[in-house]
Each structure stands twice: as C-alpha cells, then as structure tokens.
C-alpha cells in the first residue's frame, strides 16, 4: 500500500522559514515525479512544487518561485520542500504527491497524495 507521509508543518510569523518533508513508501518512486500541493479555506487547490523523476527538472507554482526550494532523495524516497520568506497567503494546507497521472504534466493531477500538513503563517 502506497503512503505518503508529511511532517514539518506549524505556525510561523509572516518572513520566517519552515521546512516540510515527506516519507514515500509502498512502491518506487524513483520513476515517478514527487512534489507538492496546497489548498487554503475556501480556495482551490494550487500547484506549488514539483521535481521530475529523472532530477533533472523542478518545477515551481508563480506565487512561491525565488522563496521555496523542492528536493529529492531516491535513495530514501523522500521529498522536501524548504520555504523562506513565508507570507500570510501561504497559509494553507500542504500535500505531498507523487507520480503524475499523466506523464510529462508535472503541474496536473498525481496518483498519491498525502494526507497533508497544516502550515500557518501569522502577520
């Protein structure tokens, strides 16, 4: 059974930093791209990170480039997220996903999600 577990998550004041993880187990990933998701109260759900199978691509949502930073250890199956410069409209809830239900759409839908991690940033 395929699980994807995140942590990191919690509250920080708006310019700070957190860092989420997720642990992939069930299956290898190594050929499948890994990232993230979030959604906020009341909002759709919004592509935030992702990094290609081949770690050769990372791909980033336009409203967190330059601040957040995605990485990947096959060796471990784990995916990373680091977010610096945090700011009130990050506040959401964050999803680790893994393996695109269609190849070469990093930003579509993913087979795996996870259950998620609340990350809060106050002003």
């Known amino acids: 059974q395929v699980q994807l577990v995140e942590s990191g998550g919690g509250l920080v004041q708006a310019g700070g930093s957190l860092r989420l993880s997720c642990a992939a187990s069930?299956?290898?990933?190594?050929?499948?791209?890994m990232g993230w998701f979030r959604q906020a109260p009341g909002k759709e759900r919004e592509f935030v990170a992702a990094?290609?199978?081949?770690?050769?691509?990372?791909y980033y949502g336009d409203s967190v480039k330059g601040r957040f930073t995605i990485s990947r250890d096959n060796t471990k199956n784990t995916v990373a997220l680091q977010m610096n410069s945090l700011k009130p409209e990050d506040t959401a809830v964050y999803y680790c996903?893994?393996?695109?239900?269609?190849?070469?759409?990093?930003?579509?839908?993913?087979?795996?999600w996870g259950q998620g991690t609340q990350v809060t940033v106050s002003s």
């Open positions: 069930g299956r290898t990933f190594s050929s499948c791209t």
């Open positions: 990094f290609s199978w081949s770690g050769a691509r990372t």
């Open positions: 996903v893994a393996c695109a239900a269609q190849i070469g759409s990093p930003l579509g839908d993913y087979v795996h």
